[in-house]
């Protein structure tokens, strides 16, 4: 995909230093990860889709008596 060198890599960091401040970077890089987390997390869920979840198993495998007392 991409290649990034060191000097390249201290060049986009000091940008998003000057850019986001000292007290801000933080909070960016935290925010980048939660969204990088929900797009694989999305993605995955696409690809398996074909695969019923847990939830979905457990609630198929009741038993006829359980079903009676949740109604």
Do not use: H, W, Y
């Amino acid at each position: 995909m991409f290649s990034f060198s060191m000097p390249e890599l201290v060049l986009i960091l000091v940008i998003a230093l000057v850019v986001f401040g000292p007290g801000k970077l933080p909070e960016v890089g935290k925010a980048i990860g939660k969204g990088i987390q929900e797009f694989r997390r999305a993605s995955s869920d696409i690809v398996n889709k074909d695969e019923p979840s847990k939830v979905e198993a457990t609630a198929d495998n009741k038993q006829p008596d359980e079903k009676k007392k949740d109604i």
